[in-house]
T-cell receptor, first 115, second 111 residues
């Protein structure tokens, strides 16, 4: 039971570098989302997807791109890293039910430092 | 936009004490969820409240959803050191797919 898998767990980038944070889930969940967690700021939604081929912006989308080509994968791309993107990033997924919301399952997180 | 606010942001209690934390939304919510994040860990789902005025209990934790579906509370009885962590509430507004989290309430316990 892998659940939600994020890679890498830790990453250090130089300002201006690009990278992709990977997120994969094996639960066939329709909804996937990316959050960033900063001290005193809680979990802020970056981007989310309600199914393959469909993505939308969250609260803090600037500087990040996403795509959802398959149900399983939802990568987060930083095109030109900035120190303000130093954070812990969490990917989450949840199934879609017509009648009620469902719990979100989180990955272990990626701790990103931009120097 | 939708905002979810939690108070207090930090709480330090003596082991055995009771305390309550609150979650307030600027808009009416379809439901509210609560998560717990242990230090160094990831958020883990605790419970979901859907109905106006709903009350649910999990051992020493009591969760309540307000009548107007705009606020919620978490009450912990006889706090233990295992309760340490950050508690988040999260809500979704009707018609929106976004699950928005509050800033969290960080609990520390003095044994």
């Amino acid at each position: 039971n892998a659940g939600v898998t994020q890679t890498p767990k830790f990453q250090v980038l130089k300002t201006g570098q690009s990278m992709t944070l990977q997120c994969a889930q094996d639960m066939n969940h329709e909804y996937m989302s990316w959050y960033r967690q900063d001290p005193g700021m809680g979990l802020r939604l970056i981007h989310y997807s309600v199914g393959a081929g469909i993505t939308d912006q969250g609260e803090v989308p600037n500087g990040y791109n996403v795509s959802r080509s398959t149900t399983e994968d939802f990568p987060l791309r930083l095109l030109s890293a900035a120190p303000s993107q130093t954070s812990v990033y969490f990917c989450a997924s949840r199934p879609r039910q017509a009648s009620a919301d469902t719990e979100a399952f989180f990955g272990q997180g990626t701790r990103l430092t931009v120097v | 936009g939708q905002q979810v606010m939690q108070i207090p942001q930090y709480q330090h209690v003596q082991e055995g004490e009771d305390f309550t934390t609150y979650c307030n939304s600027s808009t009416t919510l379809s439901n509210i969820q609560w998560y717990k994040q242990r230090p160094g860990g990831h958020p883990v789902f605790l419970i979901q409240l859907v109905k106006s005025g709903e009350v649910k209990k999990q051992k020493r934790l009591t969760f309540q959803f307000g009548e107007a579906k705009k606020n919620s509370s978490l009450h912990i009885t006889a706090t233990q050191t295992t309760d340490v962590g950050t508690y988040f509430c999260a809500g979704r507004r009707g018609g929106s797919e976004k699950l928005v989290f509050g800033k969290g309430m960080k609990l520390t316990v003095n044994p």
